[in-house]
């Protein structure tokens, strides 16, 4: 049973920073694919980034590169989603998901082929 846990949400001023972290368990591939989500009230859930653990490889969207930058702590198995320099655009449920591959970054940024997802920590920034 896959369990994504997020954490790290708040409200911050405009220009603040944030860092979001998100434990994944009893992930049965070696390798795989995990990212970050985010939607706002009465918008689509959009991508932010997403990172492949097989080969350390990132994508990020454009609309934060830049600012945000993901990781992850193997040792941990945590993922990691720096935010700076953030502006009110940015507000929004933030999400964390994960799937067995990337696809090369081919379909990364569609949420509707991503399998597993947690509840979602809430970022506001005024």
């Known amino acids: 049973h896959v369990q994504l846990v997020e954490s790290g949400g708040g409200s911050v001023q405009a220009g603040g920073s944030l860092r979001l972290s998100c434990e994944i368990s009893?992930?049965?591939?070696?390798?795989?694919?995990m990212g970050w989500f985010r939607q706002a009230p009465g918008k689509e859930r959009e991508a932010v980034a997403a990172h492949y653990t097989g080969t350390a490889t990132t994508y990020v969207a454009d609309s934060v590169k830049g600012r945000f930058t993901i990781s992850k702590d193997s040792a941990e198995n945590t993922l990691y989603l720096e935010m700076n320099n953030l502006t009110p655009e940015d507000t929004a449920m933030y999400y964390c998901?994960?799937?067995?591959?990337?696809?090369?970054?081919?379909?990364?940024?569609?949420?509707?082929?991503?399998?597993?997802w947690g509840q979602g920590t809430q970022v506001t920034v005024s």
């Open positions: 998901a994960a799937r067995p591959a990337c696809s090369r970054g081919l379909t990364w940024h569609d949420y509707k082929y991503w399998a597993y």
């Open positions: 009893l992930y049965i591939y070696s390798s795989y694919c």
